[in-house]
């Protein structure tokens, strides 16, 4: 019998007053009662006793430190470069210990599944534990996020730990964001890239190792590339498959790949206290706000984490924070604030790791990807409202939104346990666990489908209903993605991919979008058409509208819309690029009329890989800037389901399904009714807003869209033509079944 007893001592770091991991008391008493005789200090770092293997690492340096700072000799350790620690840091993690053994199973099982608790160090150890044993000579070691603030943030710091500059040894890859050379050997990316990747590359040849990371997330790529590469494994002996989490779903990972082996990796995790309130929240967070001061005023040191849902909380929390600061008199080097979601500016982002001036507490604004995607050395504290955005979709209407919902236990525990990482934690929560439910519902259970199935019938994969999916998504979830793609032209009355398909689906992004540039072709306005989307991919980021500035800021962006005749939302965003084209990519021209120079840039970025592959798939740049009917045909060559109409009261009515929609306080058109509008999205808050909206002629709809709309539909005040289009999915589907086997 052979057991392993690992003890990680970690050592100090400067603004640490008490120890990380393994207190030096209990690694004693783990020792004695393992009656051993190896004396700390030993240099031996392994060692039989009784027939049990004991395994010290770094020990001798444990107490050596440990009892300089006690005498406050703690010299040196100032003088260290950042890259040097983060490489002594490594060996401090947790599975640091395993790393043999791991590299042992990894050679033995194909597929391998791993659990260890977050921060253990599996993100960023186990690349760099295969690229040492020298996986990398066969080829490269992927491993995916489901964010891309986590593939930005972990690749910089695995860079930084091997001292290599980011995108050349180890680089990431996010949409329309390539930062990898030919010298990349270690490449962190966002599922969606690999799946992606697939397309150009269906065995993953110049991959030796892929690691689906943060496999619990269950996001919809995440769950496709299970089905994905467990096929590739099947062809490819040599290539290695690790599927990685932090929270013990491992079973259902395990049995999904043919019962392969788990391997946990032990980790130390402190107690924490948990706290919660019984009464209902009013107004959470003024709750969090008040929280933060009391933690501040009467807990020991030790940095707060507060988890909200988005970047907007974030700013409000961050504001009122501000004000509350100067109401309490609080001094400003008192208090940090850290805010970190996806859309914050990358420079930004690194700055929450950054350790707090001394004296002063960090208080970390996050969104739910520091539940388990990023750890932030340091938190004592965690403060959780108990919501997260998610991504909803409702099959019957097409409508797609973000909902702010109640997390499940699971989340929960993950975020209490960010606090007892480094020590003993406590957890402010702002609900009571009793009342949530075990566990997220994956979200292939509730997204929109079209663009994953897309990619799957480009895969040459034609049966979606017996696809190999580890939890299948809703059947009309799969007929209404299979239906908008017949809809679109992207696949034919037999379920099979067409050219204009195959022309989609180089386009990283929607498939409506997709369509809309492929069918530009044939209004000649291909510049203008990868311009909105270009400008519509950026998100809604291109105004800026500080709060004591708005009519300023409001005026300059109406400026945009002003012609002859009001123009609608896209072609405003048009103009705003081409102006800003215009006066030479002005950083100044941007500030002078409240635009986002970032947004631009990354706009122009985003428009010069569109205009790549317009060149890829052999579609000519064109430009009609003034011909706006051709712009709002392309337009509507995509986005013609998402068409409505005025009603009496003002608002507006989906031409095909029975809702009723508004347009969106931020549109040109906002106040200024077009009788028939099409639009970019639907997003709902208060109310379901049509998100970017241009005004359209309803006889377009038809000859556009011919096989979706008859006359009677723009004739009529409420068509109901939805029973057609289902029995019209419905034998799309036998068709498809009939194809089984295809593949
Ligand atoms: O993947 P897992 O949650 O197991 O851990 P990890 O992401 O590999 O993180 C291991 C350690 O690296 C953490 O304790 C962080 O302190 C550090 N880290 C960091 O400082 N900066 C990052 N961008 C990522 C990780
Ligand atoms: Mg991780």
């Known amino acids: 019998q052979k057991k392993r007893f690992a003890v990680v001592a970690q050592r100090y770091s400067e603004r640490r007053s008490s120890m990380r991991g393994v207190t030096e008391q209990e ?12 004396r700390f200090g030993s240099k031996d770092k392994k060692k039989v006793i009784d027939g049990y293997e004991f395994v010290f690492d770094d020990l001798a340096s444990f107490v050596e430190e440990s009892s300089e700072v006690k005498t406050g000799r703690h010299r040196g350790c100032y ?8 490489r ?21 099982n194909q597929v391998l599944v791993i659990v260890g608790e977050t921060g253990s160090g599996k993100t960023t150890q186990i690349p760099q534990y295969l690229q040492e044993a020298g996986y990398t000579k066969r080829g490269k070691i992927g491993c995916t996020q489901p964010r891309r603030v986590a593939a930005m943030s972990v690749a910089s710091r695995v860079a930084q730990e091997e001292g290599v500059k980011l995108g050349h040894e180890v680089g990431y890859s996010i949409r329309f964001e390539d930062c990898t050379s030919d010298k990349t050997v270690v490449k962190y990316m966002t599922d969606g890239m690999l799946l992606r990747e697939l397309l150009t590359e269906p065995k993953l040849d110049s991959y030796s190792v892929i690691i689906i990371d943060e496999a619990h997330e269950r996001t919809l790529c995440t769950d496709i590339l299970f089905a994905l590469v467990k096929d590739v494994a099947k062809v490819r002996p040599d290539l290695r498959l690790i599927i990685s989490s932090a929270t ?28 919660f309130r019984r009464l209902p929240e009013v107004d959470y967070l003024e709750t969090v706000i008040r929280t933060v001061f009391q933690i501040h005023q009467t807990e020991p040191t030790g940095d707060i984490l507060v988890f909200l849902t988005g970047q907007e909380e974030i700013e409000t929390a961050e504001t009122k924070l501000k004000l509350r600061m100067i109401d309490l008199g609080t001094k400003g080097s008192e208090i940090i604030i ?25 208080v970390v604004l996050a969104t739910n990807i520091a539940e388990t995607s990023l750890t932030i050395d340091g938190i004592r504290y965690v403060i959780d409202p108990g919501y997260c955005k998610i991504n909803s979709y409702n099959p019957r209407t097409g409508m797609e939104s973000l909902l702010v919902t109640p997390i499940s236990k699971a989340s929960a525990e993950q975020r209490a346990g960010r606090s007892g990482r480094t020590g003993p934690g406590k957890c402010y929560r702002l609900y009571n666990v009793k009342d949530l439910e075990p566990t997220t519902i994956p ?27 580890m939890d299948a998504p809703p059947e009309n979830a799969l007929l209404k993605a299979l239906e908008l793609l017949y809809a679109l032209g992207a696949l034919d009355g037999n379920g099979e991919m067409t050219k204009v398909g195959e022309r989609m689906v180089e386009f990283p992004v929607d498939p409506m979008l997709s369509k809309m540039i492929v069918g530009s072709e044939k209004y000649k306005c291909s510049a203008e058409i990868i311009t909105i989307a270009a400008m519509l991919s950026v998100g809604n980021s291109i105004f800026y509208r500080p709060k004591n500035q708005q009519v300023l800021a409001d005026n300059a962006r109406m400026n945009f819309y002003v012609d002859t005749e009001k123009v609608g939302d896209h072609i405003a965003l048009l103009r705003v690029y081409n102006s800003w084209k215009d006066v030479n990519y002005s950083t100044q021209w941007c500030y002078e009329n409240y635009i986002q120079s970032k947004s631009m840039k990354r706009a122009r970025d985003i428009r010069d890989q569109l205009r790549g592959l317009l060149n890829k798939i052999g579609i000519e740049l064109t430009s009609n800037p003034n011909d706006l009917d051709a712009i709002k045909k392309a337009i509507l060559a995509g986005f013609f389901p998402h068409s409505a109409k005025l009603q009496k009261d003002g608002s507006y009515r989906r031409v095909k399904e029975p809702q009723t929609v508004y347009v969106h306080p931020n549109s040109g058109l906002f106040g200024a009714p077009s009788k028939w509008l099409v639009y970019h999205e639907l997003v709902l808050t208060t109310k379901e807003y049509m998100r970017h909206t241009t005004e359209m002629k309803p006889e377009w709809l038809i000859e556009i869209a011919p096989h979706y709309y008859k ?15 289902r029995e019209k999915a ?14």
């Open 27 to 38: 690694a004693w008493e783990d020792h004695q009662a393992q009656k051993g005789t190896v």
């Open 79 to 86: 003088s260290r470069t950042v890259a040097e620690k983060a």
């Open 88 to 108: 002594e840091e490594r060996e401090l993690l947790p599975i640091h210990a395993y790393r043999d053994e791991l590299l042992k199973l990894i050679e033995e």
């Open 248 to 275: 013990l779903e491992a079973k259902k990972f395990s049995d999904y790949f043919d019962s392969a082996r788990i391997y946990l990796i032990p980790g130390r995790r402190y107690p924490v206290e948990k706290f």
């Open 338 to 362: 850290s805010p970190i979601y996806s859309n914050l500016p990358t420079e930004l982002q690194a700055k929450v790791f950054e350790p707090a001036p001394k004296g002063s507490r960090k």
């Open 443 to 469: 979200e292939i259970q509730r997204a929109n489908l079209a663009s994953v199935v897309l990619t799957l019938k480009s895969l040459g994969i034609q049966d979606m209903f017996n696809f190999d999916f």
């Open 711 to 725: 006359l009677k539909d723009i004739e009529e005040s409420q068509p109901k033509k939805t029973q057609r289009r």
């Open 730 to 743: 419905r034998t799309l589907k036998v068709d498809t079944n009939k194809k089984k086997a295809k593949r």
